[in-house]
């Protein structure tokens, strides 16, 4: 995890495609190149997150995806 961790103070750009279940999240730094790839779970997703200075956020844009994009402003705001 400590990897991880340090990978994400890099992060610029965050693409997150919501699901029901399991969340897939890409994040970019301010050079274009790939920090994380990964699938996190539902329960995941806020404390992913939450490690996360602000940057700019991507959100899948389907009918299917509205309650999990509702859930995000929830977490931003925390």
């Given at each position: 995890m400590s990897k991880l961790a340090r990978d994400l103070s890099s992060v610029t750009v965050v693409g997150l495609d919501l699901a029901?279940?399991?969340f897939q999240?890409?994040?970019?730094d301010a050079?274009?190149?790939v920090v994380v790839n990964r699938?996190?779970?539902r329960g995941e997703v806020a404390e992913f997150f939450r490690k996360l200075a602000p940057c700019l956020v991507g959100l899948e844009a389907c009918g299917s995806s509205h309650p999990g994009a509702d859930g995000c402003w929830r977490w931003a705001t925390m």
């Open positions: 029901k279940r399991i999240v890409h994040c970019l050079a274009g190149k699938s996190l779970k």
